[in-house]
């Protein structure tokens, strides 16, 4: 069982608790053999999207920004059924950089799904490394 995640951090899209969840139901749909279930499932994930950041983070001559930075962190609560003795709180946080002259608009989508590839495997490595 998979809830949806919450937004806590603050400047995130609107739709991102639905996309990240969403991105996770995949990664367990596509590399496990388990289903998605509403209730009485294996396991049961929850959690939060603590951050989500634009920073600069190269500086070059006259001390604009050569390169952007988008962090996204969640903070994600496992329980697997099948053994109660696992169970873990976590959180997990990725980046993607990107020229800071570029428009962020125009890469945003391909950034979120840079990030939420890398932050799924980190998550399903932790959750799955046991099975």
């Given at each position: ?6 937004v ?108 939420y ?15």
């Amino acid at each position: 069982m998979l809830q949806n995640f919450e937004v806590q951090a603050l400047n995130a899209p609107p739709d991102i608790d639905q996309s990240f969840s969403e991105a996770l139901r995949d990664k367990i749909r596509t590399q496990s053999r388990l289903n998605q279930v509403n209730a009485n499932g294996d396991v049961e994930f929850s959690g939060a999207i603590t951050e989500y950041s634009i920073q600069p983070v190269a500086a070059r001559e006259g001390e604009q920004s050569e390169l952007t930075r988008l962090t996204i962190s969640a903070k994600v609560n496992y329980v697997s059924w099948v053994n109660e003795e696992d169970k873990w709180n976590q959180s997990f946080s990725r980046f993607a950089e990107f020229d800071s002259s570029t428009d962020f608009s125009s890469v945003q989508e391909s950034l979120t799904e840079e990030i939420y590839e890398q932050i799924m495997e980190d998550i399903f490595n932790k959750a799955f490394n046991n099975w």
